[in-house]
């Protein structure tokens, strides 16, 4: 794979101490050479053009003359907070900042690509399932703080109260296997589902320019737009939902 110009300054400046932190750790990239890839490159450039974004949105701040990027910021804070609301329900406030972030994260990834000489690293399966797998240990996290260790346990043994002795004694045997195998299904159906949808549209893309380098393109471009918008809405969105589960109470 043909090296970024980014990721080639990263590799100028920082690919020797990258070598030596992977070998201390006994992983052997690939190319010794250039050891940062253009997917790790690429989230530490969205990572920085974020930190850079959210300091102009804290030092415009106002109360008495908010500006548009206060009114977008403040619109899509609102967006993400009333979904959490209204899924996960009470005391949601602490779980968006969480989500904001997530999601401009993933945004970001996803219309990076659009930029020449960049690409989206939500292309490449590692980077959607290091997404899925934080917001996995995040949701679980919560599940165990919200309920403790033995009420958030009773999420996987199904309903308890009001069974038969013998429902209570079978059914946790029965379900908690389909639980674990769920809940770990679901990492995957994240990671394949933001994978293949930017990546597939990607190919899409990179095609018709090669075929037709003006106006047809276009078009995919907006397409691409649109696809990066619904697989960030739906990636925070069933992680409003693991949530919701993760920290309801058994009433």
């Known amino acids: 794979m043909e090296q970024l110009a980014f990721t080639q300054l990263l590799n100028h400046f920082f690919g020797g101490p990258v070598l030596a932190l992977l ?15 253009n997917p790790v490159a690429m989230e530490v450039l969205v990572v920085l053009l974020l930190t850079v974004f959210f300091v102009a949105v804290r030092m415009r701040l106002s109360v008495e003359r908010p500006g548009s990027l206060q009114h977008v910021m403040e619109g899509l804070h609102g967006f993400i907070g009333n979904m959490a609301g209204e899924i996960i329900g009470h005391h949601s406030e602490k779980y968006v900042p969480y989500l904001m972030a997530l999601g401009m994260f993933i945004l970001t990834c ?56 013998i429902v209570r004694l079978l059914l946790p045997f029965l379900l908690f296997p389909i639980e674990i195998f769920s809940h770990m299904a679901r990492v995957l159906s994240l990671t394949v589902r933001l994978f293949a949808n930017m990546f597939a549209g990607d190919m899409v893309t990179l095609v018709f320019f ?28 069933l992680a409003c939902v693991y949530l919701g589960e993760a920290v309801a109470h058994e009433h």
């Not at 070998?23 to 890839?37: E, Q, V, Y």
């Open 23 to 37: 070998l201390w750790l006994h992983i052997h990239p690939k190319n010794p050479a250039a050891p940062i890839t």
């Open 110 to 165: 996803n219309l990076i690509g659009l930029v020449p000489g960049l690409e989206s690293p939500t292309a490449v399966p590692v980077v959607p399932l290091g997404c899925a797998l934080v917001t996995w240990f995040y949701y679980h996290y919560q599940g165990l703080r919200a309920n403790g260790a033995i009420g958030y346990l009773k999420h996987f043994i199904g309903p308890q109260e009001g069974m038969p002795l």
């Open 210 to 237: 090669s075929l037709l380098p003006l106006g047809v393109p276009i078009i995919f471009e907006g397409l691409h737009i649109g696809v990066s918008l619904i697989q960030t809405y739906i990636f925070v969105l």
